[in-house]
């Protein structure tokens, strides 16, 4: 189960109410056909040459092609799927795994939008056609997006600065000044407890 501001989790447990059907947004069937729509992309960028795929991967991820080529990014990606699917354990992502995730879920987000209504019903039935308010998605379940900040601005804060603006992710270095992931900084990192239930 991966850990966003808000839990994708007790969304996708709300009921559909079919006598009177409104739009309702579910962040988890967002994100897991995000996940799962990449792992296609993914096996056709493995059956061409380094460079063809290299080329193709900027336009598909243009804020994490920065630091990570085809087997990187994949290594991310594999890891996202198998975590958002882990019933029985709660992990953290890093800023390397959440600038993936931006790239893949805005290009889906951009695709969704230049669909016609009937596209969209069948992709998101929940949806009934209607937008999907990226932004919005972004304020409410992601904690920050300073992995999209300059790294001439970041580098040029102090870090009272970073630490106050709530920049605390030891991987957003990496990020913004497109250095490779570490294999640990691939993984996700398991949580000990439920982030969300109350403790006294």
Known sequence: MLYFKENIYYSAQKAFDQESPEPVFDPYNFIIQALVGDRGIF???QQVDLDEATGRLEPLFPHASRFGGVDILNSISKRLLEGIVQPNV???????Q???LYDSLAA???EYSYSERDQRIST????????????????????????????????????????????VDPCLF?????LIPTKSEIQLTPLENNPFEKTD
């Open 43 to 45: 096996y056709g960028l």
């Open 124 to 167: 998101y039935p929940e949806m009934m056609g209607a937008d999907i308010d990226f932004n919005e998605f972004l304020n409410k379940y992601f904690f920050n997006t300073a992995f999209l900040i300059d790294s001439d601005r970041y580098n040029g804060m102090d870090t009272e600065d970073k630490r106050q603006r709530g920049f």
């Open 90 to 96: 709660w992990y953290q992502m890093n800023a390397y």
């Open 98 to 100: 959440h600038c993936y």
């Open 174 to 178: 990496g990020v913004i000044n497109r």
């Open 108 to 110: 889906v987000a951009e």
